[in-house]
RNA sequence: GGCGGCAUAGCCAAGUGGUAAGGCGGCGGUCUGCAAAACCGCUACUCACCGGUUCAAAUCCGGUUGCCGCCUCCA
């Protein structure tokens, strides 16, 4: 099967071919360094994590690339309230970017590289374009002449008489076209500058990414990504610039993602709607973010609510039951024949264990198929709920008596969950340990202690012992009062936060 | 004003021509002293509405309504 992805640029899905064989070159605008992120910049790495970790399961050889953006008008700005340099508060805002983004475990990029380093290459590439007449300069500010590019609009699907119709760019008097963009802009008094041909000056905010992508993975490759809202007009003068200096194609599959909606409205630091990673964090484990994002499709909008993460923090809390059960199970004497049982019994227990099989049989080509499919990772987690239930039925058939096939069965789905778990950046945590830390925070959140929890316990048990059941049932209403919940199991009685 | 997208059960959410994945929640059952967990069963004769194409439509076409995005910084 082929991988097919949709390509923003021809409005289809296509099939994935490569430039060079298997080699692949990825680049995805990353984050301008101005403030701390939030979670629609965390859906956009997310995303692009997970393309990129299939894309080398895939059997790709990945050149990945995303940048900083730490020059800015932005990052200006930001500098003048904080009362520190433009320097330091990128450095400042890329260290939180690594902190936060960190928790939420993501592969490293191949290259990470940062605007500011690459100032003599793009004043190369504005220098070329002003050559081929496709810029001009205005008292030190130099402007891409957007009619000069035939193609413009192709991306994003409109042309520039439409855009003049209804344009709400201010008229700059320095421009020839309201719609041309800066390729590099004089500095004020004030601001960062580095010397140019046509003065002291910054880069404009496009022309990073196209020399930057070129530089690490060549004139034309074959991904770039960004969220949505960067077609245009970032991506678009993106295409323009590139594609007017090398007379060559850019890019060769544009991947968008959606955003993340609050009250299903777009969440933006205009509207004031943001949450940051940081206060997330402070309440939810960065898997149950992961889990929740990647359970839409990636183009699809998502409509953030503390309601739908803690579906998610229950399915996941789920996943990690089962797995721990699994790892107990495994731990148990096999049995070296399936168990005599009644022919009832012996019928339904082979059907279940005979279902298990074909659903681990089929799991790895059904999860591949989805993700080929555009990167579908709501219906591949789909199969993973399938797998999961098919194994807790082999778990309930076993009832810590497993065969050597149960043995062999249970390890294999161990395995699909670490495996494919991995390319989600889900399943990874030891089961143990994921739910040691659920009881903790849990605990802490409560305000409870896992001693007095203990000891309640074991009162209850000696009481059930006596069967004393009003006495056993009374702890257990009083701790589930407090938020404790109680099962008795055959291998003693455990307790959870409810 | 221009361009684009979306509308699937109580809720979240896949599915873009072949007769509605999955999850959360709820209800019933098995298990249990009783529970919990887990498993099993049920929970959309139907995909905003109207019309059309087709042997066949949630999926394609036209229209209506509602919501959203881009056109200005944005992941």
């Given at each position: 099967m082929a991988l097919r992805i949709y390509n923003t640029l021809t409005g289809k899905k296509e099939e994935f071919i490569p430039l060079h064989g298997n080699k692949v070159g990825m680049y995805v605008c990353g984050v301008t360094v101005y403030d701390l992120c939030h979670i629609g910049h965390a859906r956009s790495t997310i995303v692009f994590d997970v393309i990129y970790r299939y894309l080398r399961y895939r059997g790709y050889e990945v050149t990945f690339v995303r940048n900083f953006t730490d020059i800015d008008d932005k990052i200006i700005r930001r500098a003048q309230m904080e009362g520190l340099d433009c320097k330091a508060i990128a450095e400042k805002y890329i260290e939180e970017f690594r902190i936060d983004m960190g928790r939420i475990g993501l592969e490293s990029p191949t290259v990470e590289p940062r605007a500011t380093e690459h100032i003599s290459e793009m004043i190369q590439l504005v220098s070329t374009l002003v050559e081929k007449g496709y810029a001009y300069q205005r008292n030190g500010d130099v402007f891409f002449?957007?009619?000069?590019?035939?193609?413009?609009?192709k991306l994003s699907k409109r042309n520039l008489e439409e855009m003049q119709a209804g344009a709400r760019v201010e008229v700059d008097e320095k421009k020839d076209n309201p719609l041309d963009f800066a390729l590099w802009k004089a500095s004020k008094p004030g601001e960062p500058f580095w010397e140019s041909p046509w003065g002291k000056g910054r880069p404009g905010w496009h022309i990073e990414c196209s020399v930057m992508s070129q530089k690490y993975l060549g004139e034309t490759f074959d991904i770039h990504g960004g969220g949505?809202?960067?077609?245009?007009p970032h991506h678009e003068n993106e295409i323009a610039q590139s594609e007017a200096a090398t007379g060559k194609p850019f890019v060769r599959y544009w991947i968008h993602n959606g955003f993340v909606n609050i009250n299903r409205e777009k969440m933006s630091k205009s509207l004031g709607n943001i949450l940051t990673l940081k206060e997330l964090f402070k309440d939810w484990q960065p898997e149950v973010l992961r889990l929740f994002i990647l359970s839409h499709h990636y183009r699809s909008p998502v409509d953030f609510s503390f309601d739908s993460l803690s579906e998610a923090r229950s399915r996941l809390d789920r996943f990690y039951g089962t797995l721990n059960s699994i790892q107990e199970e495994l731990k148990k004497p096999v049995i070296p024949k399936t168990l005599s049982r009644t022919g009832e019994g012996q019928a339904k227990a082979s059907a279940v264990i005979d279902e298990c099989r074909r659903t681990i049989d089929s799991f790895k080509a059904k999860f591949e198929e989805a993700m080929d499919d555009d990167f579908n990772t709501a219906q591949a987690l789909g199969y993973f709920h399938d797998l999961q239930r098919n194994l807790n039925g082999l778990l309930d058939v076993s009832m810590g008596h497993p065969t050597e096939e149960m043995m062999s069965m249970l390890k294999q789905g161990l395995q699909h969950f670490s495996r494919m778990g991995w390319i989600f950046g889900l399943f990874q945590q030891d089961p143990e340990t994921y739910l040691k830390e659920l009881k903790k925070e849990g605990l802490k959140r409560l305000g409870l202690s896992e001693e007095e929890i203990l000891r309640l316990i074991e009162e209850r048990n000696r009481a059930r012992k006596e069967k004393n059941w009003k006495k056993a049932d009374e702890i257990r209403a009083h701790l589930l009062s407090k938020g404790v919940l109680l099962e008795d199991t055959p291998s003693g009685t455990h307790w959870k936060i409810k």
């Open positions: 002449s957007v009619e000069k590019f035939k193609d413009y609009g949505k809202d960067l077609i245009f």
